[in-house]
């Protein structure tokens, strides 16, 4: 639209071209205006107030002193970091696999269409089913029975040294399709001359993947896992809020259960603040992470 | 893909045909893994609670329905549904149109500060929900919209529109600059050039779009939860957080419950699988 015409259009024409773009972006601008950027600019103002009646009065740094002195914080931040480990598990079960599906193993097409099962199940869903398949007398018990592997039977949701294990578990299994699929797609945009020239060269399976397929999609697993660091820190909620609800104890509460359990249900609409702040300075730092990566992936797909 | 070896080599055939079964036996694994979890809902939901009791993993020896029927006359169950479409249905319209009037701008009209905006909007992508909650619950209670559908559609078009714009956005510059300028030519204002080139072109965005924007509402529990607080209100992923309190010692009838949430999205994961892995895929690089 920007360079179209001749010279010849009116001055009330070229004004009307500069503010156009502005009303375009206005309806999108109103609603991103009011989901993000006032809430966020609000939270910080709420984590220095007293909020237990409103407007509430400034307390200072009351409130980020009650979480600090707080164990169950403490918690559930490390679990939100213990919940990292999942990341490396998901890369490598899905190079794999990705590899296996571009090699076009016997039946690839049939096994491509699984890849993103689990992502379409809801969340709520499987994760109600599933705290009953990991219940002392569930599923997983009954089928570990059946394998002959009894002695590994426990109570993998309600013994706090397994819960986060098997929340854990519930989110490799679902997070998984959608990074093998993308380095699938990444595969498929790859000469597939570089992968063939290896193998004559006499590169076996493993050299090729490490040697060569790693390196080739660097860009795309650094993004695939600053995304799900995002998602780990910060969007978990469902898994373990469906499963455990956080049990037993304190042994699945994540950062997001707990702004969730102090705001909603402990009216502690302060200390949640404090915690929603925390929880948004450590998701900018990888926002601008993720960011350059999303950047770097475009360039490679020019 | 296949470099003949040479014949009579047998044992170079050998270790392939070793190698061959332990990669075939790797993607029975995975397949199964992948399928067991959604098999043991189904299977669960067509037991008696004897069976039930007897064996979670085993086939039903009888099939019975009688878990369904109890389910859907559980009170305000089809409300969920009904709330959970009306849900998606305006939240996915609001993105859509908002989504492209600012990709519009932003892929095909220069201006000043288009760059800063675009990426602003990008990294939108990745706040945390939980972030904007309070402030938007406390917003939401004063002037009372908590319990209504305008609030909570307005909140998941925030959620679905960045994606949604850097995806048309990036579909919107591929198309070539003089089939603009010929539409330019014939008569159509900006707007019409959106409605009657760009919007008709990217049908397929658009599709892709609309799968992936319906699968995040149906899947959607936070916000809902929080802002969907009365029974009759509430979206099905809420309804059935209500029912696994309600039911807890009648589990076939839960996993009932479960599968109709869960095959809607099986089908239609089967019938738009092609959309669902370009809107995702496009969604993190560009296509």
Redesign the interface.
Known sequence: MSSGSAGNKSSRNRAAVKIEPYLYMLPALFILGFIYLYPVVQVVHFSFLDLRSWPGDFIGLENFRIVLKDPRFYQSMLHNFELLLTIPVMVVIALIIAVLLHEEVWGWKFYRSLLLIPYVVPIVAIGIAMSHFFKLHGGLNQLLELIGLKSFQRQWLGHPTWSLFSVAVIIIWREIGFGTVLFLARLGSMPPEILEAARIDGAGWWRRLWCIVVPELTTVIEFFVIINIIAMLSQIFPYVFVMTGGGPGYSTWVSELYIYKQAFQFNKMGASAVVAVVLLIITITFIVLSFRFREKLSEQYE | ?S?RKRKGDIGALLFRGF??GI??A??VL??F???Y??Y??LV?SFKTRVAYAQ???SLPREVVLYNFVQVFNAPNFLRWFANTVLLAAGAVL?TL???S??A???G????VG?RL?H?F????M??????????????MS?FGLVNTYPAVI??Y???L??FS?YLLRSFFITIP?AM??SA?VDGCG?FG?LRRILVPLSKPVMFALLVVCT?WV??E??IA??FMQREHLRTI?VG??LL?GRFSVN?PL??AG??T??VP??V??VFC?KY??RG??AG????
């Not at chain 2, 909007?121 to 939108?124: G, K, T």
Request: overall charge positive.
């Open positions: 893909m470099r190698t061959q990669k075939q790797l993607l995975m397949a893994s992948t399928i979890p959604v043991y809902v669960n064996s979670q993993i609001v149109v908002t989504g009037l600012a519009y701008a932003l095909r009209m220069k201006f288009r905006l990426n909007i990008i990294s939108l990745v706040v945390p929900p939980i972030v904007m909650m309070i402030p938007l619950f406390v917003l004063r307005i909140i078009a925030g959620m529109l960045p714009i600059q603009l300028d330019r900006s050039i699968l149906w899947n529990l936070l939860l929080i992923m059935l957080t696994k589990v839960l996993m479960m599968s949430a869960i999205m099986i239609l994961y699988q669902l892995v995702l895929v993190s690089l560009k296509e």
